[in-house]
């Protein structure tokens, strides 16, 4: 989504192809980074923070990139968490989820992909022309990240 609004950005500008094309670079750097920081707000914030409960995308069968992070590195607390999913969640079930996800490596490995990706996004900057708008977006990312 981010990487297609970049993309109509310049194109509605009549910007150069190159540009148009860091333009959305950028975007889809973005964007995975802010999927990735919603992710993990979502496991890692309070109830009173995210104004919802926290693990709600697991409740509603969303399996995120903390989570997928946690299945993949296997081990006890991979079958732990696979026996939990693929089913309605109670609040028991779902504090349960949410301290194996928490504390078994898959919060830590999503975090540094979305700092690969607000790298990337970063990055995407060098090709675009110097202003105070390409500043604001190679600060976006940062900004992002320290949500975390």
């Known amino acids: 989504m981010y990487a297609t609004a970049a993309r109509i950005g310049g194109i509605v500008a009549d910007l150069p192809r190159?540009?148009?094309d860091a333009l959305t670079e950028y975007g889809e750097a973005f964007g995975m980074a802010f999927q990735i920081v919603d992710d993990l707000l979502d496991i890692t914030a309070t109830d009173e923070q995210l104004g919802k409960p926290a693990g709600h995308d697991m409740v509603e069968g969303v399996y995120t990139l903390?989570?997928?992070r946690t299945l993949q590195a296997g081990?006890?607390?991979?079958?732990?968490?696979?026996?939990?999913?693929?089913k309605p969640l109670d609040a028991v079930e779902t504090d349960k989820a949410l301290s194996i996800v928490r504390s078994n490596g898959g919060v830590e490995a999503a975090r540094a992909t979305a700092f690969e990706w607000a790298e990337r996004a970063q990055i995407a900057c060098d090709a675009l022309p110097a202003s105070r708008a390409t500043e604001a977006l190679r600060a976006?990312?940062?900004?992002?990240i320290a949500t975390l």
């Open 18 to 20: 190159p540009t148009i």
């Open 66 to 68: 903390p989570v997928l």
């Open 75 to 86: 081990g006890v607390a991979a079958v732990e968490l696979l026996a939990l999913l693929g």
């Open 140 to 144: 976006a990312p940062a900004a992002l």
